[in-house]
């Protein structure tokens, strides 16, 4: 019975109008934002930064060990276990000394910025949902905790 219900309502008209928002002229401005986006030369730098350091086995194969490293500290600590000035100082020193690598830094830099791209793409997107216009700079001053725009 519930079956039934469910494909009532998924086979409705309403659901088809807002279906279309999936695809259409909403689709048509998404891909139009990623267009934007990918074009933008420090896009385009950060994608360099990316690949550079994907190419470079040794940079790679360091920065993975180091988050292997960094997880079993963290596992380690869930776990109840105090970890050492040793342990604490060896990882912190590998870490530093991994940061000093251009190609690495480069890469972790260009991932914070990707990141802040979609989160920014994202606070935009949810807050026109929730006032039913397009967000204004003011819009985001002052909110709350559990607003959509993460302040």
């Known amino acids: 019975m519930e079956r039934a219900v469910w494909s009532t309502f ?3 008209k309403e ?3 807002h279906s279309n928002l999936d695809n259409g002229p909403v689709l048509d ?3 139009e934002l990623c267009e934007t986006i990918v074009n933008q030369p420090d896009f385009l730098a950060m994608r360099r930064d990316v690949e550079t350091f994907l190419a470079d086995d040794d940079a790679r194969s360091r920065y993975h060990s180091l ?5 079993d500290l963290q ?16 990882f912190e020193q590998e870490r530093e000394t991994l940061m000093q690598n251009g190609v690495v830094r480069g890469f972790l830099e260009a991932q914070q910025q990707m990141q ?3 989160e920014t793409v994202g606070r ?5 949902m929730e006032l039913g216009r397009v967000p204004e700079e003011d819009d985001f001053a002052g909110c ?3 607003c959509s725009c993460g302040h």
């Open 29 to 31: 401005k998404t891909r």
């Open 116 to 118: 802040q791209v979609h």
């Open 67 to 71: 988050a292997s490293k960094g997880q």
């Open 10 to 12: 998924t086979d409705s």
């Open 144 to 146: 709350g905790q559990g």
């Open 15 to 17: 659901h088809d109008m």
């Open 75 to 90: 596992y380690k600590q869930q776990q109840g276990a105090q970890l050492t000035r040793e342990e604490i100082e060896a």
């Open 124 to 128: 935009y997107v949810m807050k026109a």
